[in-house]
């Protein structure tokens, strides 16, 4: 079993925090009713269920870097309830399409009650998002992405020229669908809070690589220094699961990274019209991500890559800061030299058709993840759903999930990746302008 690699610390969102100390790794022999690997969204979503319904019952969950620090801290911070290049024509039709964007619905509920139970500070803005593009070429996606929201409830609306240049503070952009239905968060913030939040049932370890999980009528999880025996076992890794041996021939992990600049001074942000905060998905699969935000600094992120490694040298960091650097002058010529104060990378986990994990794939043994880009929402319902479902509490919810469609087969390695990377490369081709 490959073994995660430890997270950069150059996420600024992450740097905004004050530190957090570690909690113990895990020594020793331990017997668990309940283990849970992976304190991402999903892991911390589903201790608290789990903690909840369990008051007087020890709830273990580990992580192999530090909880909540993960993909779950490194993503844009876009909490969103309908997705353009997902699209219905990813699922079997447009009632399944309704129902992906009802659990979308769901999971910002869930979110907004956890944020609202627990306290959580995390710069919640109910602002809409736009999906951006430099020319004209995607009028038509986006006229149709619109009609499709207008069907099903979701408000949304046309911006060209200066109606949209007024709204970012950038003529990048000529035309983008915007919609109501996405929050923007600080997503370090929101991931610590649901570390702070996990009740005294909860033990944490941390910094606690998964050597190898043997799973029978009870599951044996060996770590560097011991081991745990549990009845009960949730897998919530997302794009670690292929590393770990799961779901291998259905997921696969794509590498991204991001920088985020200083705060704009007071004349920047004049030369952009003191804009409020806003969020950009570009309309093209592979364009640039970008945030403005309310703390005025920009985020940019517009690379994916594949890596058997999962993770970024700090002289392959170097490289990509540059290429965000020219993608930020692009929108933003004013802005001559390097005001980058911190550049990260991160892990997403995709399939081919867009289909989720969520799965008991032995006895007492469940398996949750594959998000494609929408990790926020989707990764803390499935964690809750998850956790009821172990604990035997069927709900609509629930049922709407498993029905959903599964991840489609994927060939093997080498030629998983080669067919990747050329599918990158394509895609990077076609929106070489939009980053």
Known sequence: ??????NDNGCGWLNLLPKRPSTPAFKGTKRAKWLIIGAGYSGLSAALTL??????????????????????????????ASALNEGHLSDNGLDDYKEKINLYKKSIELAKHLIQKHNIECDWQESGKYHASKGLQHKEKLKNYIELLDGIGINSQLLEGNDLSDKLGTDFYKIAAKTE???????????RGLVNALPENVTLYENS???????????????????IIADNLIVAVNGFMPSMKIKNNRV????????????????EQSMIGNVNQWGVVSASAMGATVRYTSDKRIMIRNTVEVSSSLAMKNSEMAKRRKIHQEGLIKRFPFIKNDIFEHSWSGVTCISANNANVYQEISNNHWVIGCYNGTGIGMSTLFGQEIALRALGKSSKTNKIIEDRPKASWLPPQPFLNWGIRMRLAKDRNSASSEN
Not at 1 to 6: L, Y
Not at 209 to 227: M, Y
Not at 252 to 267: E, G, I, W, Y
């Open 51 to 80: 903690a909840e319904n369990l008051p007087s019952e020890e709830i273990i969950l580990v992580d192999a870097n530090k909880a909540g620090e993960g993909a779950s801290a490194r993503n844009s911070g876009f909490l969103v």
């Open 1 to 6: 079993m490959k073994i995660s690699p430890n």
């Open 181 to 191: 239905s996405c929050i923007l968060l600080q997503p370090a913030a929101f991931a």
């Open 209 to 227: 690589v998964v050597k190898k999980i043997n799973s029978g009528s009870v599951h044996k999880i060996t770590f560097a220094d011991g081991e």
């Open 252 to 267: 696969f992990p794509l590498l991204l990274s991001a920088s985020m600049t200083r705060p704009l001074t007071v004349d």
